[in-house]
């Protein structure tokens, strides 16, 4: 009988031990998956270590988290072609605004950029046309998306991006060109050329003689754009 009350009191010491063992454990489990769970919130704006660790987090967590990063991360930054270099710098949008820009344009020098938003050329020429504006004040630059603008366009024997037409007062148009990064200097020759102290006496030309409001509707038909 006192061989089989030592034999339970030994056993019974042994699955107290097991149990305690296995509180630990258990305990010490948590505090890891917590410990788990804390740096990969800490690290969710650095991606490269929640890759790298070794630590396992729950996969849905991680998820929400790098969401939450790509919100937070993401921008909004407007189109090349949306940028404007200042007051002096007009998007057009219709025929009816053109008209209306010359017009009241006066006796200024206007230059009209006439670009697509696909086109390479014009992409690249752009951010030098926008310095060019800020340093002639003076100068109003019109800005005319092809792609919008295509009757017009085509009235205005637009063929290649980007293309650029000068116009003046009582002069009406002065110059018409295209032009490319490349061969920014005929920009700049003909702002010379053309940008002088002078009244023009009588009414504003505009574009002349091409009646712009009763132009039919072009083929859906790209232009083309110059080689750089």
């Given at each position: 009988m006192a061989a089989i009350v030592?034999?339970?009191s030994c056993n019974s010491?042994?699955?107290s031990t097991s149990l305690n063992s296995l509180h630990q454990s258990q305990f010490l489990c948590k505090n890891n998956s917590k410990r788990v769970l804390s740096i990969a919130a800490d690290s969710c704006l650095t991606s490269d270590f929640i890759f790298n660790s070794r630590f396992v987090a729950n996969p849905r967590k991680q998820s929400l988290q790098f969401k939450i990063q790509a919100t937070i991360t993401e921008t909004e930054q407007p189109k090349w072609w949306e940028k404007n270099a200042g007051p002096n710098m007009i998007d057009i949008h219709s025929t009816h605004e053109f008209l209306?820009?010359?017009s009241e344009a006066g006796d200024k020098l206007v230059i009209v950029e006439f670009y697509g938003t696909w086109c390479a050329s014009c992409r690249a020429l752009f951010p030098k046309l926008c310095k060019t504006a800020q340093e002639h004040p003076e100068i109003l630059f019109l800005k005319v998306n092809f792609d919008e603008n295509?009757?017009?366009c085509k009235n205005l024997?637009?063929?290649v991006l980007p293309y650029f037409h000068f116009y003046r007062g009582a002069d009406g148009q002065l110059e018409s060109f295209s032009c490319s990064l490349a061969k920014f200097q005929k920009i700049?020759?003909?702002i010379e050329t053309h940008n002088t102290?002078?009244?023009s006496i009588g009414p504003n030309k505009g574009v002349g003689d091409v009646n712009l409001e009763t132009v039919s509707a072009?083929?859906?038909k790209k232009a083309e754009s110059p080689s750089s």
């Amino acid at each position: 009988m006192a061989a089989i009350v030592r034999w339970l009191s030994c056993n019974s010491s042994m699955f107290s031990t097991s149990l305690n063992s296995l509180h630990q454990s258990q305990f010490l489990c948590k505090n890891n998956s917590k410990r788990v769970l804390s740096i990969a919130a800490d690290s969710c704006l650095t991606s490269d270590f929640i890759f790298n660790s070794r630590f396992v987090a729950n996969p849905r967590k991680q998820s929400l988290q790098f969401k939450i990063q790509a919100t937070i991360t993401e921008t909004e930054q407007p189109k090349w072609w949306e940028k404007n270099a200042g007051p002096n710098m007009i998007d057009i949008h219709s025929t009816h605004e053109f008209l209306n820009a010359l017009s009241e344009a006066g006796d200024k020098l206007v230059i009209v950029e006439f670009y697509g938003t696909w086109c390479a050329s014009c992409r690249a020429l752009f951010p030098k046309l926008c310095k060019t504006a800020q340093e002639h004040p003076e100068i109003l630059f019109l800005k005319v998306n092809f792609d919008e603008n295509k009757p017009m366009c085509k009235n205005l024997n637009v063929k290649v991006l980007p293309y650029f037409h000068f116009y003046r007062g009582a002069d009406g148009q002065l110059e018409s060109f295209s032009c490319s990064l490349a061969k920014f200097q005929k920009i700049k020759d003909a702002i010379e050329t053309h940008n002088t102290d002078r009244c023009s006496i009588g009414p504003n030309k505009g574009v002349g003689d091409v009646n712009l409001e009763t132009v039919s509707a072009p083929k859906n038909k790209k232009a083309e754009s110059p080689s750089s």
